[in-house]
């Protein structure tokens, strides 16, 4: 097992937060791991993204030119790693901002509309965890249990409250997939 | 004990924190900022002693009066701070005193950017200050091993009472990896009778870098080239990666040799028969394991974030006895491991 | 011959001051301040707690002559050595002895922020008008006019600006809790700076702030006078820039005072 994962959106789209969960999943169930946020001076609205590794064996480098897996919040993201995603990879795209189709066809694209779905529940920032749902119902590269144990895990006390929405915003993004709608 | 995921950066103030440092002194600067803002929550809460400083300098200075008290201290930054704590350092290491720095280096010259780079190694493992001094540098290449490199840098800054530093760079200070930390015990401070603590019971003691007698002066270096001989003798550290059939040999440290690994495998599927020579201690550097290993290679290739520094030193070490390539980036960027299979393939066939 | 008699030791070398012969020139008062210094460490019996910085420049060696444990900083950093000391070591009792370049020039900085944030050290500040070990250059309190080797036709205040008055700023910032300026041109002078630094010493073992004793001193080899010709020029002109008196003292320090 080994996948490369880039998640990619604005600053404050939770890209660098889904990919610590997806972290905290792989290191649960073993596997060898790594995270890395792109870095900036900007603090906010920058763009960000973050590279995971989930290997059955040592992380070598932690930085890839051509993911297994790549989810896209934003267009930026969307026209930036769609023609990197590895040939066979998947592309996760949050169809609420971007509109455009995928032009690959020896990629899986997964079109999630993940602003909308998280909106419904709630919260639009919940459009990250929609997203993991929606790679897990596709591949499931890590269990989704094991991702609402970091969600339990690893959120700060001051923040408890967001836990059972995330859980939801994450079967809601497998559910999509799964139902298509 | 359970791994826990941490951030580069934090794992180093935490493995300071159970290595049993005492005080920590720093000035925030990117890409190491997460270490003084950690050091600032846990150390008082822990009854250790902590001060955002008013600059590098005077961090640097508090960790050389901390460090005259018998403390295990730390300080951390990035390149232009590691540059003022120049002065400091070359005082610490003429005084004998422990001090651990460690250096996130980011991208320069100058004000430069905040992104990894190796571009300070010439000012690490060479002196860096004025005067004959030489720092025993560690260069981590995984956040384990940063970790674990923090906690030898701490033994060995007390066995030579030698400043000690760990090469870091963005990189590896702001990704997170799972890490294995040991216990937290209480700080314990072995013998030292050296220590500024109050002459109770005891003549009094003075410690200062100022001998203004030429001979006294030439002694106190002679002790000082003594200590780093036994460094020389002891503590050299390295890796060798699939060393054992490759007909091209690469050379680098740190994050550098990280992509490296993944760029080896990469190149064996293509049929290029490659090895990773990875020196843990850049200071001293392990010339003799270095020169055993290139001979039973045909040709090396050094691949660091900077314009070709160590490959003075893996030119020291092979001289002219193999050929040598290089395959460098500067200014913050990170070559991507395809990147560096292309400089491996390009060495192999230049003639 | 004359009776054997009990006699009273009305005078002698401090416990605190080593018994040697300083480098320093005939006439300076370095060797006073020392000595003043010493007989306090001895009347608060603190020799076995307290550790001294010297600094860079002409008292460099001061480590020489007051026995106590002893550092030496680089230039103008011995503040943030004392901070590191006294942060691990509440129990000491931490001083800086320090010049005018190395205290207010080059190591402002260090002196400020040790100051703002009130660390429990105390400074011996030593201010001459000139730099004395690097042959009598400016400093950063040379006066208006004052011919020095790097002012040679006299401080132009339009090219080298104006003198660091180093009591009146350092008072401004809430950790400081005693700053006084004395001098030692005289008996009755020493008398009052021994107080003071008594008060200030005090004042950190109190864990009250951050203490400093300014000394108007002299330099009669780069001023280029007699011992006795310097302490008259120090009376006539330094002390009209340089004001002596109490510039900041801390409720809790006068509080302290009272009980003493």
Redesign the interface.
């Known amino acids: 097992m080994h996948e490369e994962v880039i998640i990619s959106g604005f600053g404050g789209q939770g890209a660098l937060f889904a990919g610590?969960l997806l972290?905290?999943a792989g290191?649960y169930e073993g596997r060898?791991?790594?995270?890395?946020?792109s870095?900036?001076?900007e603090m906010r609205g920058g763009t960000a993204h973050c590279t995971v590794i989930l290997s059955d064996e040592p992380?070598?480098?932690?930085?890839?030119?051509?993911p297994t897996i790549a989810i896209v919040l934003n267009p930026a993201s969307m026209d930036k790693y769609e023609p990197l995603v590895a040939p066979g990879g998947i592309l996760v795209v949050n169809t609420s901002l971007v509109r455009r189709p995928a032009q690959r066809s020896d990629i899986t694209v997964v079109r999630v509309p993940a602003n909308d779905l998280a909106h419904e529940l709630g919260n639009v920032r919940m459009a990250n965890v929609v997203l993991l749902g929606a790679l897990l119902a596709t591949k499931p590269i890590v269990s989704p249990d094991s991702v609402k144990r970091a969600m339990e895990e690893e959120i700060p006390a001051h923040r408890k409250h967001i836990i059972e929405p995330n859980k939801r915003a994450l079967e809601r993004g497998m559910q999509y997939v799964a139902e298509g709608r | 004990m359970a791994k826990v995921l941490m951030k580069g950066n934090e794992a180093i103030a935490e493995a300071a924190i159970r290595a049993g440092c005492e005080a920590y002194f720093g000035y925030p600067i990117t890409p190491q900022s997460e270490v003084l803002e950690y050091m600032s929550a846990r150390m008082p809460e822990l009854g250790r002693a902590f001060v955002q400083a008013e600059s590098e300098l005077g961090a640097v200075n508090m960790v050389y009066g901390a460090a005259c008290t018998g403390a295990r201290v730390m300080t951390t930054t990035s390149s232009p701070g590691f540059s003022l704590m120049q002065e400091g350092l070359s005082y610490i290491a003429c005084s004998e005193v422990p001090a651990v720095a460690v250096n996130v280096m980011r991208g320069g010259p100058g004000l430069g950017n905040i992104q990894p780079s190796q571009a300070d190694y010439f000012q690490m493992t060479k002196g860096g200050g004025h005067g004959d001094y030489s720092p025993i540098v560690l260069a981590p290449s995984t956040v384990q091993e940063a970790v674990d490199l923090v906690i030898l840098a701490f033994d060995l800054a007390d066995k030579y009472r030698q400043p000690v530093y760990i090469i870091a760079d963005g990189m590896l200070g702001q990704m997170m990896e799972p890490v294995e930390l040991p216990e937290l015990k209480p700080p314990q401070r072995p013998e030292r009778p050296w220590a500024l603590t109050g002459a109770k019971g005891r003549p009094r003691n003075i410690i200062t870098s100022l001998q203004l007698d030429p001979p006294t002066l030439e002694k106190v270096n002679l002790r000082l080239q003594e200590t780093y001989k036994r460094i020389r003798e002891n503590e050299q550290r390295y890796e060798e990666y699939m060393t054992d059939d490759a007909d091209l040999l690469v050379v680098a440290y740190g994050t550098a040799a990280r992509i490296v690994k993944t760029a080896i495998v990469k190149a064996r599927r293509d049929g290029l028969t490659a090895g990773l020579f990875r020196p843990i201690t850049v200071n001293p550097y392990p010339y003799d394991a270095l020169r055993r290993a290139a001979e039973k290679a045909k040709r090396l290739l050094v691949v660091e974030l900077s314009a070709g520094q160590m490959l003075e030193d893996v030119r020291l070490a092979v001289m002219d006895k193999r050929p040598i390539h290089f395959f460098g980036k500067m200014g913050g960027v990170v070559p991507m491991p395809e990147d560096v299979v292309d400089a491996m393939k390009k060495a192999m066939a230049e003639a | 011959m004359s009776e054997a008699k009990e006699e009273k030791i009305v005078f002698q070398r401090p416990k605190a001051l080593c018994d040697v012969v300083t480098h320093y020139c005939p006439g300076c008062l370095h060797g006073v301040v020392h000595r003043v210094i010493a007989e306090v460490i001895d009347d608060l019996g603190i020799q076995e707690i307290t550790v001294g910085i010297a600094p860079v420049g002409c008292s460099v060696l001061a480590y020489n002559y007051i026995a106590t444990d002893f550092a030496e900083a680089a230039h103008g950093r011995a503040p943030a050595m004392a901070t590191g000391m006294k942060r691990v070591h509440p129990e000491l009792v931490v001083f800086t002895y320090q010049g005018d370049g190395d205290l207010a020039a080059i190591g402002t900085n260090e002196l400020i922020h040790a100051a703002t944030r009130g660390e429990n050290i105390t400074t011996i500040f030593i201010n001459n008008a000139i730099y004395g070990m690097t042959g009598g250059q400016m400093a950063p309190t040379t006066l208006p006019g004052q011919v020095t080797t790097s002012t040679p036709r006299g401080r132009d205040t339009k090219l080298a600006g104006f003198p660091v008055r180093v009591c009146e700023l350092v008072s401004t910032l809430e950790g400081s809790a005693y700053i006084v300026r004395r001098s030692a041109y005289n008996p009755s002078e020493i008398r009052k700076l021994k107080a003071a630094i008594k008060t200030a010493f005090q004042v950190q073992m109190a864990g009250l702030g951050y203490s400093l004793v300014e000394v108007v001193s002299n330099c009669p080899t780069n001023w280029g006078m007699t011992p006795l010709e310097s302490l008259k020029w120090l009376q006539e002109n330094m002390l009209a820039y340089y004001p002596l008196g109490d510039y900041k003292v801390k409720d809790s320090v006068k509080e302290l005072m009272a009980k003493k």
């Open positions: 610590q972290t905290y290191l060898q791991v790594s995270w890395i946020p870095y900036g001076p992380v070598g480098s932690p930085i890839v030119r051509n």
